[in-house]
C-alpha cells in the first residue's frame, strides 16, 4: 500500500491531482536556499492541499537542541500552513537529539499527542518503539537558549536557512 516518489517534492505536489493518507517528507537540512524551498510555506501549503481530511503529515525538522530556531520555525511555518502541529523528538546515534514535526487538519495538537500516547503496539512488530518511547518522543524540558520571536520561512524569506546557518551547533 505505500508507493515512494523519488523526485522534486515541491513540483510533485504542484501538478498532482491525488491526495494522500500519509505524506512523509524527509529531507536534508536546510543548508541551502534550493532545500529551503522544501520547507516554506508555499511547500506546506500544497501538502496541506493534497492531503485527505484525516490524513497526517511529517517532516524531519532538525534538532530541537542544536538548531533550536530552526526547529520551531518548522513547526510556526507548518502552523501558518493550517496545519495542527505536534513537535517530537528522539536520539539518533549517528546525528544528536533529532526532531520531527507531525501535522493534522482535523484534531488539535493536544488531540494528536493523546491518540500517540494510546497506542500500544500490541500487535505490530517494532525494533524499538513502545507506549514508553512514545512519551519520550513527545516531550521535551525546557528550551537550552533564549528563542525569542520566530519568523515564517517562505521562498522570499528563508528564515529557516538563516536560524539553521546559525544553529547553537557548539552544543554537539
Not at 510533485?12 to 541551502?32: A, H
Not at 510555506?41 to 490524513?55: A, T, V
Not at 494528536?112 to 512488530?125: G, Y
Request: charged share 20%.
Amino acid at each position: 500500500k505505500v508507493k515512494i516518489f523519488n523526485q522534486d517534492g515541491f513540483q510533485f505536489l504542484e501538478q498532482t491531482e491525488d491526495f494522500y493518507d500519509v505524506i512523509i517528507v524527509d529531507l536534508p537540512d536546510p543548508k541551502s536556499i534550493e532545500i529551503n524551498k522544501l520547507y516554506t510555506q508555499s511547500f506546506y501549503d500544497l501538502c496541506y492541499r493534497r492531503l485527505r481530511q484525516n490524513g497526517i503529515f511529517i517532516t524531519q525538522a532538525g534538532s530541537p537542541y542544536y538548531a533550536t530556531k530552526a526547529f520551531k520555525c518548522v513547526e510556526k511555518t507548518m502552523q501558518a500552513s493550517n496545519f495542527n502541529t505536534l513537535p517530537m523528538h528522539n536520539q539518533v546515534l549517528t546525528m544528536g537529539q533529532w526532531g520531527w514535526v507531525l501535522g493534522m487538519k482535523t484534531l488539535t495538537s493536544e488531540q494528536i499527542k493523546e491518540n500517540l500516547l494510546k497506542i500500544k503496539f500490541a500487535n505490530v512488530q517494532t525494533r524499538w518503539i513502545t507506549p514508553n518511547a512514545m512519551h519520550i518522543l513527545t516531550y521535551f524540558g525546557k528550551d537550552l537558549i533564549e528563542v525569542g520571536e520566530i519568523e515564517i520561512n517562505t521562498i522570499n524569506n528563508p528564515a529557516l536557512f538563516k536560524y539553521y546557518k546559525a544553529g547553537n551547533w557548539d552544543l554537539f
